[in-house]
């Protein structure tokens, strides 16, 4: 892989919470700036953004503008933007449907609980939703680290499924 900037799709069934969080994440890691753009969507998309989602990502000063839920049908269209990347990050544990990616981009697996589904008290909630976008932010670091024009297809595919694993 060269020094090009690698487009980078995170899926979940609704597109209301994770996806966006890890969307927001990687389009302002300064670490990730100018290698890589971030696009999410779902399966079944809400239609709008989980509030609790939106208001974590401006509570660590991320922009919210632009986010917003969508079906992943939008990348399937000839125009759309071609994915180098593709993370579910739905929990198949929960049994939730992931849904799969069609195509050639590489594909891994990061799956996490819902905060969405998590009841409870506004600070419950919160801390949900703050513990989900720590291990989002945790993955998307480390994945942004890679030193992409270094690893075969192989190699990274291996890294990108041990990121998947890390709490």
């Known amino acids: 892989m060269s020094d090009q900037i690698y487009n980078v799709l995170f899926l979940c069934t609704h597109n209301s919470a994770r996806s966006l969080m890890a969307e ?22 809400s239609g709008k953004p989980n509030p609790f989602a939106l208001a974590q990502v401006q509570s660590v000063g991320l922009p919210i503008d ?19 990347f593709v993370f579910t990050v739905c929990d198949n544990a929960a049994n939730e449907v992931c849904p799969v ?12 609980p819902d905060p969405a589904a998590v009841e409870g008290s506004d600070e419950q909630k919160r801390r949900a939703f703050s513990d989900t976008f720590r291990h989002l932010a945790s993955r998307i670091n480390i994945f942004a680290s890679l030193p ?17 694993k890390s709490k």
């Open 24 to 45: 927001a994440i990687l389009n302002n890691l300064a670490v990730s700036q100018g290698r890589f753009k971030g696009f999410s969507a779902g399966s079944h998309p």
């Open 66 to 84: 632009g986010l917003r839920s969508k079906d992943w049908d939008e990348f399937a269209v000839p125009d759309a933007p071609k994915m180098d």
């Open 101 to 112: 990616w069609p195509g050639q981009p590489m594909t891994a697996h990061w799956g996490l």
């Open 148 to 164: 992409m024009s270094k690893l075969d297809k192989f190699s990274l595919q291996k890294k990108l499924e041990e990121i998947g």
